[in-house]
């Protein structure tokens, strides 16, 4: 959001009313109120075990929810499909790895729920065989896992190209991609951890894009700065905030900080900005990797691609934050 004509934006925003409170809830969330979403699942004839654990099986039959009502199917629930599954105004998330997202960020194997590189190709085999297909889990990117993935990708609708980029990986996983891309001739071992320095700057984006992917779903509201609803803006200053990094609060004074960065050498956890409704900066999002930006639009939290005609036509820069 831009620091520039709020008063005029705000008048014709707040004719509209915001009824949701909590954050949508996640695969990996678990709890009380996952079994109850899994029971009415169960009620639409959905088949999967009422476990409270949203797993895959979850996921997929919010999908399923989602593509008979009209709802973008990305397996999330947010406001839109909480209001229309359980016939009420969505709650606050009291899961347990939203509650606990503090210690999910401690530094580990898994950080939050992002996938780390030196496992991706193994979390892909794995989310493929829970799909269905017939993948050796061993680590290397090989002809099979790319069939596999090619045969996902045409199912779902995503671009068939046999590489893991941080759509379909989201899609097959629930997880957000730590590296730009996975590829045949990617192996566990080859992508290893980086050291010193650079591997606190990378567990750092890590964290970073973990606590962004938790509130994919959350809805846009004009001024939002909290998980309730965000903007743009709001959006980018509370994800920061959580890492232990401070951004002023609008986009247009964002885009003052940090480093520019060209397009040819973005890296995930930079912020892409874009001039939408005011000349000038008037947006911003947060670089995933793979020409996909996690960002609050009209849509509320989800991930965009750069490429798109719409973006690619609004871009003005980036700015990297996180050395």
Known sequence: ???????????????????????AFHPGDRGTQITEIQQALVKQGMHLAVDGDYGADTQEAIRTFQK???????????????????KKNM???????????????????????????????????QALVRQGYAVDVDGVFGPGTEQALRRFQARRGLTVDGVIGPETFYALTGQVLASGSVHV?????????????????????????????????????????????????????????EVGVSLPRMADAQYSMGTSVSQEKLRPGDLVFFTTYTPGVSHVGIYLGKRQFINASNDGVSV????????AQRYIGAKRILG
Not at 1 to 23: D, E, P, R
Not at 215 to 221: I, L, Q
């Open 1 to 23: 959001m831009n620091g520039k004509k709020i008063t005029t934006v705000l008048g014709m925003v707040l004719l509209t009313s915001i009824t949701c409170v909590g954050a």
């Open 68 to 86: 008979k009502h009209g709802i973008y199917a990305d397996g999330v629930m947010g406001a839109k499909t909480y209001a229309g599954l359980m």
């Open 91 to 125: 709650p606050e998330n009291k899961t347990i790895r939203f509650v606990n997202k503090t210690e999910d960020l401690v530094e580990g194997p898994v950080v939050a729920n992002v996938a780390t590189a030196n496992h991706e190709v193994r979390t892909i085999q």
């Open 185 to 241: 001739g990617n192996t566990a071992e080859l992508n290893v951890a980086p050291t010193g320095s650079a591997r606190s700057a990378s567990a750092t984006v890590r964290r970073l894009l973990g606590v962004a992917q938790r509130y994919m779903g959350t809805p846009y509201v004009f001024g939002g700065t909290t998980p309730s609803g965000f903007d743009c803006s709001g959006f980018t200053r509370y994800v920061f905030s």
């Open 304 to 311: 965009a691609d750069l490429n798109s005609t719409y973006w």
